[in-house]
C-alpha cells in the first residue's frame, strides 16, 4: 500500500505565495515521477506540473509556468509546489500524484492523494 499525504492548502489573497507538500510512504520500491494535478469547481481535473525523480527535471501546464515550482526531496519522499502570484482562477481542489514501483518488477503504478484546498480571493 502507498499513501499520498498532501498539505499546505488554504485561503490566500490574489498576488500571494502558497507552499503545498505531499509526502508519499508506505510500500515503494523507487519513484518515477511526482507531480500535481488540479480541478477547479465544474470543471475537469487538469495537468499543473511534474517532476522527474530521478534527474530533477519539471515540466509545468502553460497556466502556471513561470508562477509555480516544483521541487523533491528524495530522501523525505516528498514533492513540493510552490505556488506566487496566485490568481483567483488557481482556485482548486489541488491533488498530488506519483508515479513509482512497489517492487523490483518494471510494472509502474499511480497513486492519488486526497487533495488540498486553495482558494485565492480577489
Known amino acids: 500500500q502507498v499513501q499520498l499525504v498532501e498539505s499546505g492548502g488554504g485561503l490566500v489573497q490574489a498576488g500571494g505565495s502558497l507552499r503545498l507538500s505531499c509526502a508519499a510512504s508506505g510500500t515503494i520500491f523507487s519513484i518515477d515521477n511526482m507531480g500535481w494535478f488540479r480541478q477547479a469547481p465544474g470543471k475537469e481535473r487538469e495537468f499543473a506540473g511534474r517532476?522527474?525523480?530521478?534527474?530533477?527535471?519539471?515540466n509545468y501546464a502553460d497556466s502556471v509556468k513561470g508562477r509555480f515550482t516544483i521541487s523533491r526531496d528524495s530522501a523525505k519522499k516528498t514533492v513540493y509546489l510552490q505556488m506566487n502570484s496566485l490568481k483567483p482562477e488557481d482556485t482548486a481542489v489541488y491533488y498530488c500524484?506519483?508515479?513509482?514501483?512497489?517492487?523490483?518488477?518494471?510494472?509502474?503504478?499511480?497513486?492519488w492523494g486526497q487533495g488540498t484546498q486553495v482558494t485565492v480571493s480577489s
Open positions: 500524484t506519483a508515479t513509482l514501483k512497489t517492487d523490483w518488477r518494471p510494472v509502474l503504478y499511480s497513486y
Open positions: 517532476i522527474s525523480w530521478s534527474d530533477g527535471s519539471t
